[in-house]
């Protein structure tokens, strides 16, 4: 039983806990996947990893951050083919109409007379999550180590 078996028989509410979008997101990107995917094989050729399976993929990448090669042990697929089926899914969603993200200035440069009056307005808000302090030992460590390892070390002083 692949990923895509799996959450498909899930509860609306875990399977947005899982994958991070609806069912209804989640059918309107399969279509465009699928709708691309004809495209490309109208010709013929392999057929490869299934468009279902490479959506969950990448929505589970996304959605959790997992390195590729934990997500080939826990699927029996390739880290190399993970990768390929998230990129393929990553060009192909932003390139669609339906999934294109505008630039911030572009949305809401739009705005009419009534809008802007409107209490409504959106506030954008950014956090960078990415720095984080890196925890390392305080220069006077010395104070409050045990010294375990040095009692199991033979002394190699000559």
């Known amino acids: 039983m ?13 399977f947005k806990l899982i994958t991070g979008v609806t069912r209804e997101v989640f059918w309107e990107m399969l279509g465009v996947l699928i709708r691309r995917y004809e495209d490309e094989h109208a010709a013929g050729g392999q057929a490869g990893m299934a468009v279902e399976l490479r ?10 951050y997992r390195t590729f090669r934990h997500m080939a042990n826990d699927h029996q697929i390739s880290k190399t083919e993970i990768n390929r089926a998230v990129m393929w899914v990553e060009e192909v969603l932003s390139k669609s109409e339906e999934f294109k993200l505008c630039d911030i200035k ?23 999550v990415e720095e984080q302090p890196i925890e390392r030992p305080k220069y006077e460590q010395e104070k409050s180590y045990s010294g375990k390892k040095n009692s199991t070390r033979r002394n190699t002083k000559y």
């Open 106 to 128: 572009e949305r809401f440069a739009t705005k009419t007379e009534e809008e802007e009056d409107s209490e409504e307005d959106a506030e954008i808000i950014l956090i960078d």
């Open 55 to 64: 959506l969950t993929l990448a929505l589970e990448y996304w959605r959790e």
């Open 2 to 14: 692949n990923a895509y078996e799996k959450i498909e028989k899930l509860s609306e509410k875990e």
